[in-house]
């Protein structure tokens, strides 16, 4: 059994002194035991230092937040060991694509149980426009895990233009760039976007790259929810290839989240993945993030009603419904994006009440999937779970080196829990990706979780098992570790994940959270570039 154990102290004394000291009428002085060299080690694991390398049996000492030594350390005293053997030793996970629940951050329960000691938040584009004010905010409030932030372009385009497909004044480019700026000056890691969600869906390449012009000298990185249109036929390569256009006019390293081969265009992982090599010989690195399900999360309205039927909001869009010749127009513009990007009514389940839509159409007699979208959104706005891909090309992307793990997630509450990747994104690719299937290795694995994250972030002293890093761990079961949550039982929680050190402090211990609350907010400097490892 895997315990922790307290070392004892060092002798104070010779024993030759202390009896000399008994036998005589002289009353001993009491002596303070010699201080341990280190405060934590972890003893005889298999360390896998991030960087896809061999693993190799180590020990890793820590004193304060950093790791001082990796190597054969014998029975060196620390105040607290750790008995690894058997288990693999790893950096702490990465998520470069996490929704900030603010309220969770205290506990993030469900990230921590996966491995996770960094999020990187404001995804898609979303989040809030003041990051000096947020970033403050998190600090002065101790999360459990480390918080970074990204710029969101789609909340700085909505507080400047609006909720209208309208074209920005000069004057209110010029606004959006100030707030990019104010945004990278205060920390911010890089720029996310979310081209696919309205109203940001309404601005046009060029005011995108107008707006982001501003960031071409720091070195940093974009990440877009990739653009699906019904002028490209809802080609999800079209979106991926405008994703590369901006990042590359703005010298930005262009990433495609929770990237995916949806609809009509399953199949094409690999031509895909080609073109990304393509660019990145050339000199141009291109990256992504993906997750390992074949189903979304998003509002129901948000990627099936048509971008001109959501101009001006949701009240807006519910006047169009009343029209009897717009209604019939969105029905059909509804259907083929249902038929074009997701895998049909049966696959996309409505988060309020449990039903999916293709339950809807059979319970009030519905013929079109598009008619019951807009039946439900006359008086609810719920949130799905959309259907979209298929096994063969996750799998490739899971492997590609380029393409680091995220489980576009949060650190969540369970009562607001729908999507299993809250609970088992990382367990599920070492347990179900690695373990059983064999599609890429521990070492690969690890390294997509954990140093590559933090080479396109720039962050030069987390995600590698390394002397001077910031002691942020995760030791695993290889064995055991799997994740269980379904979307039927979406917080199930995952097994296998043993302990997880955060800045040093233990985070996770016996697979259970220990409710320390070592996490920091973390800033972006001028000198953390975003950079392919190697």
Known sequence: MHTVRIASPA???????????????LRPTAVQAQEAPYDLVLRGGTVMDGTGGSPRRADVAIRGDR????????????????????????????NVHSHADVRALGSAANLLTQGVTTVLLNA?????????????????????LNVAMSVPFNSIWSTVVGLRDVR????????????????????????????????????????????????????????????????????????????????????????????????????????????????????RWVAADVYPYLAGQTMLAALIIPGWAQDGGVTAMRERFRDSTL??????????????????????????????LQQVMDRERIASAGEAVVRVLETRMPSAILGFGAEADLARLIADPDIAIACDCDAALPAGVSHPRYFGTFPRVLGRY???QRVLS??????????????????????????????????FDSTTVVDHATFANPT???????????????AVRDGAVTGTRAGRALRRAPDMVSRRPR
């Open 11 to 25: 002798r104070p004394v010779m024993f030759a002194l202390l009896m000399a000291l008994a036998a005589s009428s």
């Open 67 to 94: 790791i001082v030594r990796v190597g054969a350390l014998g029975r060196t005293s620390a105040r607290a060991v750790l008995d690894v053997q058997g288990r693999m030793v790893a950096p702490g996970f990465i």
């Open 124 to 144: 898609d584009g979303g989040g809030a426009v003041d990051l000096e004010t947020q970033l403050t905010s998190i600090q002065n409030n101790t999360p459990a």
């Open 168 to 283: 920005p004044t000069d004057a209110q480019i010029e606004r959006m760039q100030r707030l990019v700026v104010a945004g990278l000056d205060a920390g911010g890691f890089g720029i996310s976007a979310g081209l696919d969600y309205k109203p940001a869906y309404f601005a046009t390449r060029d005011e995108v790259v107008r707006v982001l012009s501003v960031a071409e000298s720091r070195g940093t990185f974009f990440t877009n929810h990739d653009r699906i249109t019904p002028e490209s036929g809802f080609s999800s390569v079209a979106g991926m290839q405008e994703t590369m256009a901006i990042g590359f006019a703005t010298s930005m390293v262009p990433v495609f989240t929770h990237m995916k081969l949806q609809g009509r265009e399953q199949g094409r992982a690999a031509r895909m993945l080609d073109t990304m090599r393509t660019e990145t010989r050339a000199g």
């Open 327 to 356: 209604r019939a127009r969105i029905i059909r513009e509804a259907d083929e994006a249902i038929a074009a990007r997701f895998t049909g009514a049966a696959g996309i389940l409505l988060n309020d009440d449990g039903t999916t």
């Open 434 to 436: 690695v373990r059983e």
């Open 442 to 475: 521990w070492a690969a694995a690890v390294r997509k979780m954990t140093w590559l994250p933090a080479s396109l972030m720039g962050l030069p002293d987390r995600g590698r098992v390394a002397v001077g890093m910031h002691a942020d761990l995760v030791v």
């Open 492 to 506: 199930a929680p995952s097994t296998g994940i043993v302990y997880v050190v955060v800045n040093g402090a233990l």
